[in-house]
């Protein structure tokens, strides 16, 4: 009989996500549903503000990835009032994202993902010489020897002896889906401390650009932080020094330590090579323009579309303004249309009205056969796509970027899987680790173009030109996009008598996380789901990897923005 | 239950030695308002306290207090996650997931009754049933209520668990509610910000953990040491404002010269935090620094008190001995800080606050 799997809370994700699946006789996943179980209404809250504003109001949709809706928010506004940013402040956003994806993919696999492939029980029974050979086998990085890590066994033996595991309290450790070494697993714990007290470091970039993170500052227009080599009160050598000794241990920790951390652990998992490819359907916006954002052909992530796994073509005609490219459908979520359950809306054309359908709480399962998620259904030319640093690795990979295709190439080799295997949970996986080395190497490429530039005499940052309302045209409509850490996000705004008259967006985790659609196709996470066959349904660890994989963030699904006035309809329990 | 260590033991088996453990305890003393009088007391309680289970719940947010807390640079993280508190549960950093995740929860209510600490990230959506955040197939509204009733204490992390933020902006579409709207009964420290700094973060903690009491909060329910003064009065930019000298643009000749930022729109003049002092990431920087006016993110209803780059119509007093208690009244936005006032002086006093959910 076909057993049913919840897990909610899925913890280890940004917001609030709910997996139900369907497991057949053999304990392999039939179905799987993905739900977004929680909305803020923000659509509803940016009508008739300031569009300079919107940038902070939709840098709140998420504090993880705490710079990509900024930087997609500031750059719809400049699109709509025509603004052309300087090239200081191109090149400082470029590194303030940069950052913000290196320093996010390092949390994501140390704090976020290991916990579903280490066993930390597991590594109070390491022998720490071993633990070192392994350690100075694989990376030069220092911190290798014996003694370093027999202390820290004893440092954790205190800890689980104390009773009280805090954050490891429940964990599914000793199940037998864990494969690491107690060797490996204590060199992945000490790698965990180190590398959340490493991360701290990296964000400092944007403190010195943005005053603060998380939610660093942003203004339409350029950049605020003014650049002087000789003056005491603004960007001068000691900051850009400090900037130039945070890439540099950067570029370090990611190469020392994250890439040989990554390609140590999935030699241990390399059947995961052939589960959790779901889709085979992958779409980027593209970023990191060279030249401006209205220029894709000079973007160091390229624009595209590959569909069904097929790594001989990309689409390059990816068009967000296209009203006939993206649809965003309601069959499966929580929302209707001019009063109808369905249909299918370009974001320029959305509707947001939420009318919750869903059981009478506290529930034990979802109707799955009908509407079951705050979560909209995007669509790319009418197909289920998947975005995201596999994505992109995929579509640079085909488009033949030479750092990306000699990464690949190094990481496949290394592990001695087809290509093929990166269409699954470890390439995913693999694939964010990929990204993190290439991004780590931007900030270093940015940092260099800022000097070059401030050494020519070039220091503007900012461009005045359209700050004052009063130059704006009476009404004005821009896309702004970026390639968040979690994949492609794009902001359509539309401007009516300096106010925002509508503003929408469709972000990363809407389009992997996404119900069903109207005709009852998957999105990414359900897809990738589908055929994983786990060792203990009680303890769905498989089910984790997968999800983890793809690094969820529900606050930023949920928002999926409209701001054509619509009342939100007074829901009724049924 | 099994031997609980206290943090001085939990230091000396990290490898922490006496002095190490000493210039910690020092800097957190300074950090609290404490001066150096405060020194001895803060060692005999490090010295002899267990760890404090701490569940954190996270309702509509955006995850950026979590974000800050592990940016948080003295003490280092993972010396708080593993070694200072107990952190038993966190949608954010917990292992466990589903089922086995809601277990932890009901285990420690049950087994630390009143003596486990409730923090809250986010608030409660309370329109309609509360089905606008769900967790485990039942409303955050309600698991947050369940969860308060056997707390110890309550810390409402950051604007949205202290004043609503962002979804509680107008119109409020989800009715989202903060904190001290919803629990009564429950001395409630709020911290906010968007997010708080993550030294004030960890300092609010370790202020319960080392004295065992809630600290000094002022008339909104935050912590004096952190909350006392305003951005304005410490802000290093503060002579160009007394001087008259002004950015009027971005790149300006002003801006160039770190000028002072108030015709930009600056709300350090009526906010409350520790920006200006202890600044941003380990005293890297903060907003006026970095040139970009203050946002006055922990300040109540500060969404709704913008636009953010409109000058504020007048600054309500320049003495630096002023605070919260004596002005805030007169702040921008007073009459909405006067009805969180109230609720959070009831909560504080432990009267009910169930009848205070108007907006």
């Not at chain 1, 008259?501 to 999105?523: C, F, H, L, M």
């Not at chain 2, 007093?317 to 006067?338: H, K, L």
């Amino acid at each position: 009989m076909a057993k049913r799997i919840v897990v909610d809370p899925i913890p280890r994700i940004e917001g609030h996500l709910r997996i139900e699946t369907v497991l057949d006789d053999h304990n392999t996943i039939a179905e799987a549903y993905s739900s977004g179980t929680m909305w803020r209404g923000l659509e509803l809250i940016l009508k008739g503000r300031d569009p300079r504003d919107a940038w902070a109001f939709t840098q709140r949709i998420c504090g993880v990835c705490t710079t990509v809706h900024a930087i997609a928010s500031v750059r719809c506004v400049e699109d709509a009032l025509g603004i052309k940013i300087p090239d200081n402040a191109r090149i400082i956003r470029n590194l303030m994202n940069a950052t913000q994806q290196t320093q996010d993919h390092l949390i994501h696999f140390y704090h976020l993902h290991a916990l579903d492939w280490v066993d930390v029980v597991s590594a109070l029974s390491a022998d720490p010489k071993e633990t070192s050979e392994i350690a100075q086998s694989i990376s030069p990085w220092p911190k290798s020897s014996p003694g370093y890590f027999k202390d820290l066994k004893a440092r954790l033996t205190t800890f689980v002896e104390s009773g009280q595991l805090g954050i490891f309290t429940n964990g599914y450790w000793g199940h037998s889906a864990y494969k690491l070494p107690p060797a490996v697993n204590l060199l992945a714990v000490a790698h965990y401390l180190e590398a959340l007290e490493f991360q701290k470091e990296i964000i400092k970039i944007h403190t010195i650009f943005g005053g603060k993170n998380p939610h660093p500052n942003y203004a339409v227009g350029g950049v605020a932080t003014a650049i002087d080599p000789n003056a005491d009160n603004v960007i001068n050598i000691e900051k850009l020094s400090m900037i130039k000794k945070i890439i540099d241990d950067t570029n370090t920790f990611i190469n020392q330590v994250y890439i040989p951390d990554l390609l140590a652990v999935a030699k241990f998992y390399k059947d995961w090579g052939s589960i959790g490819g779901g889709l085979g359907n992958y779409l980027a916006y593209g970023d990191f323009p060279e030249t401006d954002i209205h220029d894709p052909g000079s973007f160091l992530w390229p624009r595209g579309a590959i569909l069904n796994k097929d790594l001989s073509h990309v689409d390059e005609d990816v068009d967000p303004k296209d009203l006939s490219q993206i649809k965003e459908e309601i069959a499966h979520s929580w929302y209707t249309y001019d009063g109808k359950a369905d249909g299918g809306l370009h974001p320029f054309e959305g509707q947001t009205n939420p009318k919750y359908t869903g059981p009478d709480l506290p529930y034990e399962y979802l109707d799955t056969d009908q509407k079951y998620s705050w979560l909209k259904t995007p669509r790319w030319k009418d197909n289920p796509m998947e975005v995201g640093p596999l994505a992109r690795v995929l579509i640079a990979y085909v488009k033949g970027v030479d750092e990306i295709v000699d990464t690949v190439n190094f990481v496949l080799k290394d592990l001695d899987v087809p290509a093929a295997a990166l269409f699954s949970t470890l390439g995913r996986t693999a694939a964010r680790g990929i990204e993190c080395k290439q991004t780590a190497g931007f900030m270093k490429h940015y940092y260099d173009q800022l000097i070059a530039n401030v050494k020519k005499g070039d220091t503007k940052v900012y461009d005045s030109s359209m700050w004052d309302p009063e130059r704006w045209p009476k009404e004005a409509k821009g896309f702004g996009f970026t390639e968040a850490p979690r994949g492609s996000l794009g902001h359509w705004i539309h401007i009516k008598d300096k106010k925002i008259e509508d503003y929408q967006i469709v972000v990363p985790s809407t389009w992997n996380a996404s119900p069903r659609d109207g005709k009852g196709r998957s999105g990414a996470y359900e897809a990738a789901l589908k055929g994983t066959p786990m060792a203990d349904p009680e303890k769905p660890l498989e089910i984790l990897r997968t999800v983890h994989s793809f690094d969820p963030c529900l606050a930023c699904a949920s928002h999926v923005m409209d701001m054509n006035g619509n009342e939100i309809t007074t829901v009724k329990i049924v | 239950m099994k031997k609980q260590q206290t943090y001085a033991e939990i230091m000396e088996s990290r490898g922490i030695d006496r002095r190490e453990f000493m210039k910690y305890c020092s800097l957190l003393s300074v950090y609290l308002g404490l001066g150096a009088s405060g020194l001895p007391k803060m060692l005999k309680a490090m010295e002899t306290k267990p760890r404090i289970p701490v569940l954190w719940l996270h309702g509509l947010e955006c995850t950026c207090c979590s974000e800050s807390f592990i940016r948080s640079s003295h003490p280092i993280v993972a010396d708080i996650v593993l070694n200072m508190i107990s952190l038993d549960y966190d949608d954010t950093l917990s292992a466990a997931a589903g089922h086995q995740l809601e277990a932890v929860r009901k285990q420690i209510m049950k087994e630390y009754k009143g003596k486990y600490i409730l923090a809250v990230e986010g608030n409660a959506p309370t329109k309609d049933n509360g089905v606008y955040c769900m967790v485990g197939g039942d409303s955050f509204l309600n698991v947050l209520k369940e969860t308060a009733a056997d707390a110890m204490a309550v810390i409402s992390w950051g604007s949205c668990a202290s004043f609503g933020c962002v979804q509680n902006a107008k119109p409020n579409p989800t009715g989202a509610q903060p904190v001290h709207k919803l629990i009564s009964g429950k001395p409630i420290i709020n911290v906010p910000g968007c997010p708080p700094i993550a030294e004030v973060m960890t300092g609010t903690i370790a202020h319960v953990l080392t004295f065992g009491t809630l600290p000094e909060l002022d008339r909104l329910g935050r912590p004096k040491a952190f909350y006392g003064t305003r951005i304005h009065d410490k802000c290093y930019r503060r002579p160009y404002f007394d001087a008259g000298m002004f950015v009027e643009s971005f790149d300006d000749e002003g801006a160039q010269k770190g000028w002072c930022l108030y015709k930009m729109g600056c709300k350090g003049p009526t906010t409350y935090n520790s920006c200006s002092s202890m600044k941003w990431n380990g005293g890297v920087s903060f907003p006026i620094q970095a040139g970009h006016p203050c946002i006055g993110c922990s300040e109540p209803n500060f969404w709704d008190n913008g636009p953010f780059y409109s000058r504020l119509a007048a600054v309500p007093f320049v003495g630096t001995d002023s605070n919260a208690d004596r002005i805030g009244m007169v702040a921008v936005g007073a009459a909405a800080a006067g009805v969180a006032a109230h609720a959070i002086g009831s909560a504080i006093k432990k009267k009910s606050a169930d009848n205070d959910n108007e907006e």
